[in-house]
């Protein structure tokens, strides 16, 4: 419980946090109680701010608010304290905005250690946002800041004109909003600090500038379809969810396939990994993001190495371990993310900060930190040698966590490294004495007696495992399988017959369908080698054959795996032959939506506005903006009522003051319904109708003479 309900604060709170304790991801409700400790002072909410930083580490969205209380409390240590906890993490805009205010407000630029300050700041942002879609304010705030700064001499107004420059050339060759204006303002400001080459150097430019141009348009689409501003919660497989992932990937794949023609290899990783940062903050939960952007990171430092480039392989893979050190946070238990900075550092050769790693993973995994034994024991021998791996199994054998895995793992080791067999078989019985024996266990010892050629021994493993309690019926006709496949190659006739009685002994358990005879596909299993059979396909699945040394298929399906057998049989399967199929590819999905008079009811048949009109559009807020006032309807009919005509004089006179993109818009209005009324009057009038209807005018003439 949190210091809300401690406090004795309302009751609507403390329904809040019962709420949270039921669903700690529940959004409405840290939207709730953010608000609530917004109106309180920040000494008092401390632990509350803290908690919710720590549920929501990657988003920035409650560090925001955290250090705006900070702020205003003028707390400006603790200020520091939480922009080195979360900056350099989360690839926010908005908080790196957020940064740069700070900066500017509490270290004003009226001296020169401040606006080296200030600098550093917009540097340290443009590198980690820079390639965001909305950063063109960033951009343009850096330049006016450097155009402000005090230039006293010619070198410091060329160093400062030469600053402008290089922000300028990132900012334009960058796709965001509004580089239109970027590009605009780069040509001004060329032509006023060195004229003769201005036009050379924007030249130069102008290339990266109208490609970044046409990918700002693509990419607007894809970045506006992210759900970036919702707070992260685990995976519930909600069509919206797989959705956001689908663009999530979108935005991704669009870097990958260098859209800007990018010639420098390390900018293009770092727009990849920009865009794998930006799904992490949003969407931590997804764990395959977190692997791909692991291999991604080692794959650019992979190739930076092998370039010689050694500075950004380093930088390359401290990204990549500040990211996964991120996942840890998160997934403080799970071993994969400590398995993945461990292959980090040691591909950079650092065996110290290995050990260090595995030692925080065995501390850290609570329930079962056999795989976390094995890969340091493994490491051990390729960092150290056979003898300090066996210092690592040594102690994992008196944890009392470990599972028979690390045996098996151990036991491999020593044959293929010293070639011992007999320590590995040792090793091996070791398990029967501390641990219940599994299938996967029984199956590893007993392919390694059979490469020893221990037919004795093999023989003994499998009554051991035939008589274990801890092994189920289908495990242990897959043991006899295994052995009968065995004594079918290499044993004698008596051997194999005794082998298949204790087999069928077993089948007589199981409860297969009722329509598969047991017996017959015991006889077929006995002949089979490898992938091949005795029976075509089509024989074995009209006799509903089962596969005895499979034990998948003596497991009993689920209702969720028939049904998602079903489905996915369902959505594969081919059009019928002789029947005619639509199209799907080419058919749109039907949206239906609220009916609005400014949209056709029916998709196409758009046409665009006149200029005039588009002009007035743009300047119009969107109707979702709109929230009220709405007036009374009948008011507002009965005062056009009530309104008195004007004269032609007094509407000549109050157009002259007209802007005249709005006179234009009230002539097309004047036109629309002039147009409008001769359709109604040739509805309602019959001889107006066909007033230019050549044939009824000719024969209205021929009636007319005949009639005289």
Same mark, same amino acid.
């Given at each position: ?45 401390r ?7 720590s549920? *929501? ?6 560090? /925001? @608010?955290? +250090? #705006?209380?900070?702020? !205003?409390?003028?707390?400006?240590? =603790?200020?520091?304290k ?13 908080l ?71 922000? *300028? ?6 796709? /965001? @909003?509004? +580089? #239109?204006?970027?590009? !605009?303002?780069?040509?001004?400001? =060329? ?7 201005a ?66 290899n390390n900018k293009?990783?770092?727009?990849i ?10 969407m ?7 692997l #791909? ?8 430092? =992979? ?9 950004t392989?380093?930088?390359v893979l ?19 993310f ?75 080791m =020593? ?36 490469l ?14 035939l ?38 002994e ?9 329509t ?32 005895c ?22 959505t ?10 639509p ?17 056709l ?5 758009d ?5 005039a ?24 009919i ?16 109050a ?8 006179r ?23 001889e ?21």
């Open positions: 419980m949190s210091m809300h309900v401690d406090n004795g604060l309302t009751e609507w709170v403390a329904k809040i946090e019962t709420r949270l304790q039921a669903n700690p991801h529940d959004a409405e409700g840290w939207f709730a109680l953010a608000r609530d400790a917004q109106t309180r002072p920040v000494d008092q909410m632990t509350f701010w803290e908690r919710a930083v549920h *929501f580490p990657t988003h920035p969205y409650f560090w /925001m @608010l955290y +250090i #705006e209380q900070e702020i !205003k409390a003028s707390h400006f240590d =603790e200020v520091e939480l922009f080195s906890r979360c900056l350099h993490k989360i690839p926010s805009i908005e790196s905005r957020q940064h740069v205010r700070y900066v500017f407000s509490h270290y004003p630029p009226v001296s020169l250690p401040n606006r080296e300050r200030i600098r550093e700041a917009y540097d340290q942002a443009i590198g980690r946002v820079g390639f965001d879609l909305d950063s063109s304010s960033l951009y343009l705030d850096y330049i006016k800041f450097l155009r402000e700064c005090e230039a006293v001499g010619a070198y410091a107004e060329q160093q400062r004109g030469l600053k402008i420059r290089e922000v *300028f050339q990132k900012a334009v060759s960058v796709p /965001m @909003l509004n +580089i #239109e204006l970027m590009w !605009k303002e780069y040509c001004h400001f =060329e032509q006023g600090f060195q004229p003769n080459q036009e050379k150097i924007t030249s130069d430019r102008s290339r990266e500038y109208t490609n970044a141009k046409k990918n700002a348009r693509v990419l607007e689409p894809l970045v506006r379809a992210l759900r970036r501003d919702k707070l992260p919660s685990p995976p519930r497989t909600l069509d919206e969810e797989r959705q956001q992932i689908e663009n999530w990937k979108k935005w991704v794949n669009f870097e990958r396939v260098n859209p800007l023609l990018l010639d420098d293009l990783m770092r727009r990994a920009f865009a794998y940062e930006n799904c992490l903050m949003c931590p939960y997804r764990l395959d993001m977190w #791909e952007t692991a291999a991604h990171y080692r794959d650019a430092a =992979e190739k930076a190495q092998s370039k010689g480039d050694h500075v392989a380093r930088e401290d990204s990549a371990a500040c990211c996964m050190e991120r996942g840890i946070v998160l997934y403080p238990d799970r071993p994969l400590y398995l993945i900075i461990a292959d980090i550092e040691e591909f950079r050769k650092m065996n110290d900060r290995v050990k260090k790693i595995f030692e925080r993973c065995l501390k850290k995994v609570t329930e079962n930190p056999t795989l976390a034994y094995i890969h340091y024991m493994l490491f051990m021998r390729r960092a150290e040698g056979i003898n300090a791996a066996r210092e690592i199994f040594k102690r994992a054998r008196t944890d009392p966590r470990i599972t028979q895995e690390i045996y098996t793992a151990s036991a491999l =020593e044959y293929f490294t010293t070639k011992d067999k007999g320590v590995a078989l040792r090793i091996f019985e070791l398990v029967f004495k501390k641990h219940p024996i599994n299938l996967s266990f029984v199956d590893k010892y007993l392919d390694f007696m059979m020893q050629n221990e037919q004795i021994n093999a023989k003994i493993l499998v009554e051991k495992a008589n274990a309690e801890s092994l189920a019926p289908s495990d242990k006709l897959v043991v006899a399988g295994k052995i009968l496949e065995y004594d079918v190659l290499f044993g004698d006739y008596d051997t194999i017959q005794r082998t298949e009685k204790s087999r069928a077993l089948l007589d358990i199981l409860q297969p369908p009722v598969t005879s047991l017996t017959a596909s015991r006889l077929v299993s006995r002949w089979n080698y490898m992938d091949l059979t005795p029976l075509t396909d089509n024989d074995l699945r009209n006799m509903d054959y089962l596969e040394r499979n034990p998948s298929s003596l497991a009993q399906p689920s209702p969720f795996d028939m049904f998602k057998n079903t489905r996915a049989a369902t594969s399967s081919g059009p019928k032959s002789g029947v005619v199929m199209d799907l590819a080419a058919m749109l999905p039907f949206k239906p939506r609220p009916r609005n008079r400014g949209y009811s029916v998709p196409g048949g046409y665009a506005f006149p200029e009109l588009e002009h007035l559009k743009r300047q119009l807020p969107p109707p979702d903006s709109f929230a009220g006032p709405f007036p009374d309807l009948d008011q507002v009965k005062l056009i009522l009530e309104e008195q005509p004007k004269s032609a004089a007094e509407l000549q006179k157009a002259d003051g007209i802007d005249p993109g709005l234009t818009i009230a002539q097309i209005v004047n036109m629309a319904d002039d147009a409008e009324t001769d359709k109604i009057k040739l509805e309602f009038d019959p107006r109708r066909f007033v230019n209807d050549i044939y009824r005018s000719r024969l209205a003439k021929k009636m007319k003479v005949e009639g005289e």
